[in-house]
């Protein structure tokens, strides 16, 4: 079993977990959301490269500039940013390659299925992203899998309510 052993090892694996979570949730929250909505597919497409590109730089940014705040505030004076870039291109890269899997589907597979199997392989990714931390943790497998699951369901869930909602309330045909 693998163990952390300082901080640093700690906000890698945070920034890890939290680029994958919120880019898995996301981008097929809001996939699935414009999949309802009945966009077409291209349009659908475009959307998620857009969301994944913007979101990844916004995420590690934001990394970046979080860690520097919290260095600030601990040690009440400026911090030297290769102490907070690490984190941030974790961040970036595990946002960036996550947001692919609820997009892939849209992309080689036919219109009739892609929303189901980019629902399936987020939801299956999730799981295994639990799986992970808790094997690296040392907690429950089963129980860290199936909250990370659970708790990104609930994401692609409200994806789905939106997009049909908002089609409905705009009566949008596109």
């Known amino acids: 079993m693998f163990r952390l052993k300082d901080s640093r090892s700690a906000s890698l694996v945070r920034n890890f977990t939290f680029g994958v979570e919120d880019s898995l949730s996301s981008s097929v929250g809001l996939l699935t959301g414009v999949a309802s909505a009945q966009m077409s597919t291209p349009a ?3 959307t998620g490269l857009i969301l994944i590109f ?21 040690l009440h004076h400026d911090i030297a940013s290769k102490n ?7 961040m970036f890269f595990s946002y960036l390659g996550s947001g692919f899997i609820p997009l892939f589907p849209y992309i ?6 892609a929303l189901s199997l ?9 799981f295994l992203l639990g799986y992970l931390n ?10 860290n899998s199936l909250r990370m699951l659970v708790l990104g369901g609930v994401v692609v869930a409200f994806g789905i309510l939106a997009g049909n909602y908002l089609q409905t309330l705009l009566a949008f045909t596109p």
Do not use: N, W
């Not at 913007?54 to 590690?60: F, N, R, V």
């Not at 860690?67 to 505030?73: A, E, F, L």
């Not at 808790?134 to 129980?143: E, N």
């Open 54 to 74: 913007i979101e990844a730089l916004s995420m590690g940014i934001g990394s970046f500039l979080s860690d520097q705040s919290v260095g600030q505030y601990q």
């Open 108 to 113: 080689f597979f036919p219109r009739s299925i």
């Open 118 to 126: 980019s629902v399936s392989f987020s939801l299956a990714a999730l």
């Open 134 to 143: 808790a094997y690296i943790s040392g907690t429950s497998l089963f129980k």
């Open 84 to 90: 907070s870039l690490p984190g941030a291109v974790i």
């Open 44 to 46: 659908i497409i475009t």
